[in-house]
């Protein structure tokens, strides 16, 4: 019986939820722009689907932010792939008018640009301070994978670091806290470090237990990490009572599109954890608007009402994130308050 403790209710995530028993329309996107990347990271999906991918027209996405401009309640758009980076039109993308807060999501393999100041946030996945460990890691070799926050050093954004965490790099995670800890992000404000523990069956339990011993730890860290989001947690809630009639909600905020212009209720299905799941697909941005996928995932039949008892893709790897927004959401509609 695991001894953790369940994770923390982040407070945006209790806001969503309320938002989303009421549905009032896309609040957050994920855009691929590209299925090229710079890496082969082993885990990842994204690179090695069957069909390429391909590369997002310019003018798919002029539309696009011309259409979620229009839309009262959108507020954040990630941007990743493949990497970023790769996009012939990023600085396009980058400078278009919008209304809504842009990240820029990427494993910062090239030296940014002055420009790069024009995106609200950018993610940067940090997994290995050792460059061995960076190979085993992310498929190729770089001699100093702290450069890719030290490029960063001049660009005045909003920062966060993401790490991939696996049986090749928990004993380095206090190496990666300590360089990201005496880090001076002189111009930039940084946000937090994120760290996902990979997705996999067969993830050896002394990487289990290690993982929650630092989740444990984190309370005494002076860094702001995502320790207290237990990803041991969410495994437990997928397979629990606690997800017994629980659809999945995620879908009613936000959506995921691949370059080819599929969308998907969520990045996970859509490719970024395990092979697209193809069936899951709600519509395409070149046929059909934005705003009218909104809700489209519950008129498809073959979408369950128990997405975590029914969809095995689901079951496996829906993340903390996503599980405990389904279950808070579930909560809030099911609670009714009353006067005593
Ligand atoms: S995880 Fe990201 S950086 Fe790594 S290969 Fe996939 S798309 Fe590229
Ligand atoms: S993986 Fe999670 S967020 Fe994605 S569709 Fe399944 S239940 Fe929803």
Known sequence: MPTEKPGRSRPDLMLYAK???YA????CGQLELTSRCLQRCPMC???RDSEPQGEMPMRTIVDLFHELNQLRTFEHLSLTGGDPQCYPFLEAVAKHPRKFQLQLTTAMMAMPKPWYEHFDRIRVSFDAVDPLMHKAMRGVYRAFPTTALEYLEGIDTEVSTLTTV???NIDAVPQILEFLTDYSFRNN???RAIFLLEIRDDLPQDVIDTFQEYTLQSRMWNLNTSFGESPIHAALM???ALTRDCRCYVGDVSFHIKCNGDVYPCCLIGGEAIPTVTEMKIGNIGKEEIEGMFGLQWTHTHRPANYYK????CRKVCQWKQVTFNTMVKEAI???LAMP
Do not use: C, I, K, T
């Open 19 to 21: 938002l989303a028993q």
């Open 24 to 27: 009032p329309g896309y609040v």
């Open 45 to 47: 999906a994204s690179w």
């Open 166 to 168: 696996n049986e090749h």
């Open 189 to 191: 404000r940084f946000r």
């Open 238 to 240: 997928r397979n629990s």
């Open 310 to 313: 029914n969809q095995p893709e």
């Open 334 to 336: 099911d609670v009714r």
